[in-house]
């Protein structure tokens, strides 16, 4: 899916995320590091292989606040380490918080 069709705007980040696949244990999890987030999913690389249509857990915790987001995503597609994700019943709050933290972002000239 290219950036024209998708539901939700991304912007690239780099933001370490601890990510385990729903059916296994806690201690199961690995950190990977974003590419992109959106208020409706992100992309991030991954070396450990996460089937499309898997379901995960995400921890993260945004650069702009110290609490811990814990959400709900399923695997939408993956060429080669990069995998984008879907966010699934985003808590409100959750969901507030990553567009405030995209705002921000937005307005910040990279160099």
């Known amino acids: 899916m290219d950036a024209a069709t998708r539901k939700w705007k991304r912007i690239k980040v780099d933001i370490r995320i601890r990510i385990r696949r729903v059916e296994e244990p806690e201690t199961a999890s690995f950190v990977v590091r974003t590419y992109e987030l959106g208020a409706g999913g992100m992309s991030v690389y991954a ?22 987001l814990e959400l709900s995503a399923v695997v939408r597609n993956r060429r080669g380490f990069r995998v984008g994700m879907e966010f699934v019943d ?12 995209l705002a921000a972002e937005a307005g910040v000239v990279k160099i």
């Open 47 to 68: 070396a450990e292989v996460l089937a499309v249509g898997s379901a995960l857990q995400v921890e993260l915790t945004l650069p702009t606040t110290a609490e811990r």
């Open 90 to 101: 985003l808590p409100e709050d959750a969901k507030s918080e990553i567009q405030r933290y």
